[in-house]
């Protein structure tokens, strides 16, 4: 099977939550988190898809490892060893901003490396509370433990497949390290990967269609894929990476189109990413310290919008009569990062008189002609605050689901400088503005 037919294809809005908010999920709206040594211990960061505003979220002392995004974006799960003695750890849930840190196991054993369940109600994770290293899930408020595996050898690192009909987990039980599954509720154990050397470290891409792990068997670690088969051996597997030293802990991106897995370069662990059909590489980390453990987010919910704004749609120039009592047509356009149709036109204000829509409502039309629905409003002239000094003008406003969102225009004054009236403060939820009391008679 050539690498094409490989590929895996995911619908944008695979991720729910975002598409909501705008009709093009893309990558520039996910995170990926990961560990880092960079301020001397081990912290959980989380970074931009091109590398950029590393955050540090755990800011702790201790041992803080293993990052794993939930389904719907809005929370992280890692191992840490704050609330036990070193190296002994529990597994813990925080806000993906790092706020709200809440503890999830209840320190009998070690427990490490969580993953999500496909509904986000529940967390994997290896623990030695019995005596071995086994593999657990555990609903995250901490209730309802179940123990899934329950033998002699060594199992770990758990992964839910996206259908939530198993779960891909490391074991010893062959004498090396393999790749097992196990039921949601345990039961009988599928071999899906075996080699006489070290498998590890699985990830599923979105669509369940194939699973990725590192692997020893051409003399030193490297990220293969192959494609899953349910319960059966995974097959067509090829390697990723051609790394002279290592290449480990592969995370597909929420579209597939990207892998991010950790790499030993120049004497450091540093994060890379991979297309796996291109096979072309780009580095995200470059620090002196080791970087590890990547986990990609889902399409996460943006927290603003930076709209294109397109001042009387049509011109270049955009004139705007300061004398004229008329309207001034201003226009959102849809692109490929924002749909236009998703703007609250009760919350648009523009210029900095903060002037709303004079007509009851916007319209919705495709104003350039891109076959794109756009946002358009009228704005009485008077009202927006612009004299011969003004060379732009901005609009603020929310989406439906009350994001923020701003954009700017450049316009070019004619006719003198208009009577303008002193500003008003705001009342309430809408800045009063004088058209507002000329049209009601009273301030809103």
């Excluded at 999920?25 to 912290?43: K, M, V």
């Excluded at 704050?82 to 190296?87: F, W």
């Excluded at 004139?319 to 047509?329: A, C, F, H, Q, S």
């Excluded at 400088?417 to 002193?422: E, K, M, N």
Aim: proline share 6%; net charge negative.
């Amino acid at each position: 099977m050539s690498r094409t037919r490989r590929t895996v294809l995911v619908a944008l809005c695979f991720v729910v939550s975002a598409c909501s908010l705008t009709a093009y999920a893309q990558l520039e709206a996910t995170r990926i988190a990961f560990l880092s040594q960079r301020d001397g211990n081990h912290e959980v960061y989380a970074m931009g898809v091109d590398g950029t505003t590393p955050v540090n979220l755990t800011n702790h002392p201790a041992i803080d490892n293993h990052p794993v995004w939930s389904p719907d974006g809005s929370r992280i799960a890692f191992h840490s060893d704050r609330d036990r003695s070193s190296e002994v750890y529990d597994v813990y849930i925080m806000d993906a901003d790092g706020g709200n840190v809440t503890r999830v196991t209840d320190g009998v054993g070690s427990s490490a490396s969580p993953g999500w369940s496909p509904d986000g109600a529940q967390l994997t994770f290896q623990s030695t509370r019995g005596g071995a290293l086994d593999i657990y899930a555990i609903d995250t408020n901490g209730a309802n433990l179940i123990r899934l595996t329950d033998d002699a050898y060594s199992n770990s690192t758990p992964t839910w497949s996206p259908d939530g009909s198993q779960i891909l987990f490391v074991s010893s039980r062959t004498g090396g390290y393999d790749i097992y599954s196990v039921g949601p509720s345990g039961g009988a154990l599928s071999a899906v990967i075996e080699h006489a050397t070290f498998d590890g470290f699985p990830a599923w891409s979105p669509d369940g269609s194939q699973i990725a792990f590192h692997s020893y068997r051409d003399g030193v670690a490297n990220v293969y894929i192959g494609d899953a088969n349910g319960t059966n051996p995974v097959t067509n597997i090829v390697r990723l990476t051609a790394d002279p030293i290592e290449a480990m802990e592969p995370s597909f991106a929420p579209d597939g189109s990207l892998i991010a897995f950790r790499t030993r370069r120049h004497g450091r662990i540093q994060i890379y990413t991979i297309d796996p059909i291109a096979l072309a590489e780009v580095r995200l980390t470059n620090t002196a310290s080791h970087e590890a453990a990547p986990d990609w987010s889902p399409f996460l919910a943006p927290t603003s919008f930076v709209v294109l704004v397109d001042v009387k749609p049509g011109s270049e120039a955009n004139p705007i009569n300061l004398r004229r009592k008329g309207v001034t047509p201003v226009a959102i356009l849809t692109t490929a990062a924002f749909d236009a149709t998703q703007v609250d036109g009760e919350t648009v204000r523009l210029g900095t008189d903060a002037a709303s829509i004079a007509h009851r409502q916007a319209h919705y039309e495709d104003v350039n002609g891109d076959g794109s629905i756009d946002w358009l409003g009228h704005f009485r002239t008077q009202e927006i605050g612009v004299d011969t000094d003004t060379s732009s003008l901005t609009l603020v406003g929310q989406t439906l689901d009350g994001i923020p969102l701003s954009g700017s225009d450049v316009v070019t004054p004619r006719g003198g400088r208009p009577r303008r009236a002193p500003a008003l403060a705001s009342v309430g939820k809408r800045p009063t503005t004088w058209g507002a009391v000329r049209r009601d008679g009273a301030i809103r």
